[in-house]
């Protein structure tokens, strides 16, 4: 909105060309969120409490530590998608259709986790809405969104599939690049979903993704820069990096309020939709396996839980102690504190990784 309303002013006042540059306006949307997040966190935060009363149903079989935090109010990612949307609008550029995508995706499927959070409410459990329903409604949408990125994009790129350490290479996957796409989505966005059990412990992995990914677009939508890394050059990817500084604002902001002992939990809400905007943006950027290294604490927690489900089922014995994978080391006596900053060490050790791809090609 301040892009289209400042930016004409320029030649009058050349303060406002400032606008013109993608990283200025990402340094100014990363502020914004935070602030936004510090002003509205308390009164969300006492409006919750007020409507849950009894807060987040917490697992009779999970480590006994967590029934402490019964009374904790859920659904905190209300906060992230106040903030970061607000921040969005003012400083994106609301005339391209990937920064439309991308806010879709995560508004949608933040509005499924709400619908799964309220669902856990009223029924006093961790089972929120049925699976099938929620999958089906996921499917959707990102079915939607991988369709409108390829009618936006007309160039081959859109159904191609870029290979990490493989310089301007594309594997041709033609109309087989829509269910791709949309196990991307939506896969990315219940791995994240899984990955928050612990205070804070998924919200900083999804920043420090958020922060890759909005160096990434930049790059992939400069001309000069994606030419001299050998990486595919998407025209208006950039302005997606104004989206994850948003997110990475909203995120330490909400962080602020959900840092040990939380006072508020992020739930499905933010969880389902930070995840599902990170998968979006991995497949308009043409860095989807990318996803899987620099999110590998997501791919982690998944796996631990589909080898602890397939394991019951084949043999009747667990695996690990507790699944998603960080339950199991509380079970074995870390701290929460131990497990979620080692965890917090293996996302940026896996980030970087991710980034080395940008030019071991």
Same mark, same amino acid.
């Given at each position: 909105m301040l892009y289209h309303l400042l930016y004409p002013l320029a030649e009058d006042f050349a303060i406002f060309n400032l606008f013109r540059y993608i990283t200025f306006r990402t340094g100014c949307a990363i502020l914004t969120a935070l602030i936004i997040g510090f002003v509205i966190g308390p009164a969300i935060i006492k409006w919750l409490k007020k409507k849950q009363g009894e807060g987040q149903p917490i697992r009779n079989d999970g480590p006994e530590t967590h029934f %402490? %935090? /019964?009374g904790t109010p859920t659904m905190g990612g209300l906060m992230i998608l106040?903030? &970061?949307g607000i921040s969005v609008l003012l400083w994106s550029d609301l005339s391209n259709p990937y920064v439309w995508i991308v806010g879709g995706v995560i508004l949608a499927f933040g509005l499924i986790g709400a &619908? @799964? @959070?309220? /669902?856990k409410l009223t029924k006093r459990s961790? !089972?929120?809405?049925s699976g099938k329903v929620r999958l089906l409604c996921e499917f959707a949408i990102a079915f939607l969104a991988v369709a409108a990125y390829i009618n936006f994009t007309t160039t081959t790129v859109a159904t191609g599939l870029a290979i990490p350490f493989m310089k301007d290479f594309l594997l041709p996957l033609g109309i087989m690049m829509i269910p791709f796409g949309m196990l991307v989505i939506v896969g990315a966005s219940n791995a994240v979903n899984l990955t928050d059990g612990l205070d804070g412990l998924a919200i900083v992995p999804v920043m420090i993704a958020a922060a890759c990914y909005g160096l990434i677009s930049y790059l992939v939508g400069n001309a000069l820069f994606s030419e001299y890394l050998g990486i595919q050059f998407v025209p208006g990817t950039g302005e997606l990096a104004i989206i994850c500084g948003a997110l990475i604002g909203a995120g330490m902001g909400f962080l602020w309020f959900n840092a040990p002992p939380a006072m508020v939990f992020m739930g499905d809400t933010g969880s389902l939709s930070m995840g599902a905007g990170l998968g979006a943006m991995a497949v308009i950027v043409k860095h989807e396996l990318v996803l899987a290294i620099i999110g590998g604490l997501?791919?982690? !927690?998944t796996l631990s839980v589909v080898i602890q489900v397939v394991s019951f089922k084949l043999t009747g014995k667990r695996v690990f102690r507790m699944a998603p994978?960080?339950?199991h080391f509380e079970k074995k006596g870390w701290s929460e504190p131990t497990v979620v900053i080692r965890f917090w060490i293996i996302a940026v050790i896996l980030a970087l990784v991710g980034l080395s791809t940008l030019k071991l090609r």
């Open positions: %402490k %935090k /019964a106040i903030s &970061a &619908a @799964d @959070d309220y /669902a961790h !089972e929120g809405i997501f791919v982690l !927690e994978i960080h339950h």
